[in-house]
């Protein structure tokens, strides 16, 4: 059986590059938006019905042709699972019931939520934790069966991305008061980047050892950190991840799932993001994709399409998308991507019409 395209790339076997998108499931679909409206639940309970979020995943491979699926999930499961109250405002995103601000709450947190059980054998509040695990190899496990030969991606927050929504309660843009916990208590700083790095490395290696043959850890917001704290306060608790993923074996083949790591704004911190045991570092549009590859030598990349240019004359998009996979030729693999998230009003079109190029470019 020769290795799938995104596989090759992971692990430095030079070939043409793959192409998938980060929110390629979701309201850019229509497919999506009706089965989202048949269901009629919030994000997140949608999420942990094992039958919607298997067709969620399978719906962009079906329409576009991309070389691989991404589990549709979201990174705050994890920790609704581990007992956190949140949810996803359409619009605004993740919502906390009240932030953890305070060593007492985050003390709170690690005694009763989650307990000290791993997420899939959970101890403390076993019955839901162990009933959303369940869904979610589930999941993964029917969309592994429908997707045949395409590989599955499964993913993660980062501690840090999750702890800022943890400190904020809510979306934020310069993620203040998770800065400032770091810098003016860091024990309660340490328990609780700890304890997002045991659910969140949990979440990661289950989805591995229900089938998912690749792993993306996305730390969206690193960007708003100094290259000083994140290798002090950030790096090590997202290496923990990275060990406990590399620890999973995926079903039937045995291997371990090579791990993609993304961050925004994180052009300062690529070769720091790659050293936290990266196979391939994830490279946002407002990064030099050439000077990016030179960052992080012997690490595949991945990127870095401008998603604004979704919106643009079909010739500036392909003008785009060849100088991009000529770039990434530099780099012991490259895969082809946005460099963030599919924007909701992108006309799927589009995509559809990018893979046909990528995949005509590489043969
Ligand atoms: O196709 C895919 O990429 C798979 C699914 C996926 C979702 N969320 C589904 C989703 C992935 C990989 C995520 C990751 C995620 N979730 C991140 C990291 C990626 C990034 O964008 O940097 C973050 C920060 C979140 C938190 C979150 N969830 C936000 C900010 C939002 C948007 C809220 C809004 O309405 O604008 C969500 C909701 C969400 N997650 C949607 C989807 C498809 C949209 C909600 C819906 O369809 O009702």
């Excluded at 430095?12 to 989202?36: C, D, I, K, N, T």
């Excluded at 094992?50 to 499961?77: K, N, W, Y």
């Excluded at 400190?167 to 810098?183: C, K, M, N």
């Excluded at 923990?240 to 371990?256: D, I």
Aim: hydrophobic share 45%.
């Amino acid at each position: 059986m020769t290795m799938p395209p995104l596989l090759a790339a992971l692990t430095g076997r030079r070939g043409p590059a793959p192409v998938w998108f980060m929110r390629q499931a979701g309201r850019s679909l229509p497919e999506y938006r009706q089965l989202r409206a048949r269901v009629g639940l919030p994000m997140l309970e949608a999420c942990l019905v094992p039958e919607v979020a298997a067709e969620a995943t399978v719906q962009p491979v079906r329409r576009h042709g991309v070389d691989a699926a991404v589990l549709f999930s979201d990174i705050m499961i994890p920790l609704r699972l581990a007992g956190v109250g949140v949810e996803i405002e359409p619009g605004v995103g993740p919502v906390l019931d009240h932030p953890y601000r305070t060593r007492q709450a985050i003390d709170e947190l690690t005694r009763h939520s989650y307990g000290s059980g791993s997420w899939t054998d959970a101890a403390g509040n076993a019955r839901d934790c162990g009933e959303g695990a369940r869904a979610v190899r589930q999941a993964v496990a029917l969309a592994v069966r429908e997707l045949g030969e395409t590989p599955l991606i499964g993913f993660a927050g980062a501690p840090f991305t999750l702890a800022a929504y943890m400190v904020e309660g809510r979306p934020s843009r310069d993620h203040l008061a998770a800065r400032a916990l770091a810098a003016s208590d860091p024990g309660a700083w340490d328990e609780l980047m700890g304890w997002c790095a045991r659910v969140t490395g949990d979440f990661l290696a289950s989805q591995v050892e229900a089938g998912a043959s690749a792993a993306q850890l996305f730390d969206s917001w690193v960007g708003s950190l100094s290259p000083r704290v994140y290798r002090d306060s950030v790096a090590p608790y997202s290496r923990r991840v990275a060990s406990r993923l590399a620890r999973a074996r995926v079903p039937v083949t045995g291997r371990r799932a090579p791990l993609i790591h993304f961050g925004t704004g994180s052009a300062p911190i690529l070769a720091d993001m790659a050293a936290v045991g990266a196979d391939c570092v994830g490279v946002d549009w407002k990064t030099d994709l050439a000077w990016a590859i030179e960052q992080v030598p012997g690490k595949a990349v991945q990127g870095n399409l401008d998603p604004a240019l979704l919106q643009a004359p079909w010739d500036v998009i392909e003008q785009a998308v060849r100088h991009i996979l000529a770039t990434g030729r530099a780099a012991p693999g490259h895969i082809f991507n946005l460099g963030h998230g599919v924007p909701p009003t992108t006309d799927p079109t589009v995509l559809t019409h990018i893979v046909e190029l990528v995949h005509d470019a590489g043969r």
